[in-house]
């Protein structure tokens, strides 16, 4: 059974930074394509960055050049380095895994950039 769960989330204040974690189990985490996405309040579900088994890393235009995405194949966990915050990417993030034809998702970790 695929099961994820992210850490890592909390409070920061504008200009800093958070990492957050996503440990897998029930699967090899390299060999799929995976990805951070975040929902804030009244807002839909958005995709913030992906990683291809083949290492390629995809970011949405609001985060480039200030989140990082990665992953450690031995530990079996994805991170997302998130540098330079600001209030606007407040929000719960959730990682996401695409397998066996459907998609796995966290229960999510909350991220609070106060200005």
């Known amino acids: 059974q695929v099961q994820l769960v992210e850490s890592g989330g909390g409070l920061a204040q504008a200009g800093g930074s958070l990492r957050l974690s996503c440990a897998a189990s029930g699967i090899t985490f390299s060999r799929n394509p995976m990805g951070w996405y975040r929902q804030a309040p009244g807002k839909q579900r958005e995709l913030v960055a992906t990683?291809?088994?083949?290492?390629?890393?995809n970011y949405a235009d609001s985060v480039r050049g200030r989140f990082t995405i990665s992953r450690n194949s031995a530990r079996n966990t994805m991170y997302l380095q998130m540098n330079t915050l600001e209030p606007e990417d407040t929000a719960v993030y959730y990682c996401?895994?695409?397998?066996?034809?459907?998609?796995?998702w966290g229960q999510g970790t909350q991220v609070t950039v106060s200005s």
């Open positions: 990683i291809q088994s083949g290492g390629a890393a």
């Open positions: 996401n895994v695409h397998y066996a034809n459907r998609d796995y």
